[in-house]
């Protein structure tokens, strides 16, 4: 499976963005899909996943948040609400093949290049 971030760019703090994920050679529905972040000189960090079993938050972008999947355009997003300036990170997609949504980054076996957002304040 191949993943494609996009979305990503420079805002301020309270803006909105929504990231997608497209992905190629495996479907979506498929797989559960996680959102996961990296700020400089940080670790990456969950964000979100979607699985069958359903969705799941890091407590922090709980109600900010939202993932969501577009199984026609084979496509998981990522709204991102009253966004803060802590936000700021590379944003990556990633899909496990484990259906039970993940909040491990090595849980997951295929990752997209990640997409930067900057918050301004």
């Known amino acids: 499976v191949q993943l494609q971030a996009s979305g990503g760019g420079l805002v301020q703090a309270g803006d909105s963005l929504r990231l997608s994920c497209a992905a190629s050679?495996?479907?979506?529905?498929?797989?559960?899909m996680g959102w996961f972040r990296q700020a400089p000189g940080e670790e990456r960090t969950f964000v979100a996943t979607i699985s069958f079993t359903g969705v799941y938050y890091a407590g922090s972008m709980k109600g900010r948040f939202t993932i969501s999947r577009d199984n026609a355009k084979n496509t998981v997003y990522l709204q991102m609400n009253s966004l803060k300036p802590e936000d700021t990170a590379v944003y990556y997609c990633?899909?496990?093949?484990?259906?039970?949504?993940?909040?491990?980054?090595?849980?997951?076996?295929?990752w997209g290049q990640g997409t930067q957002v900057t918050v301004s304040s």
């Open positions: 990633a899909a496990a093949r484990m259906g039970r949504g993940p909040t491990v980054p090595g849980m997951y076996d295929y």
């Open positions: 050679g495996g479907t979506v529905s498929a797989y559960s």
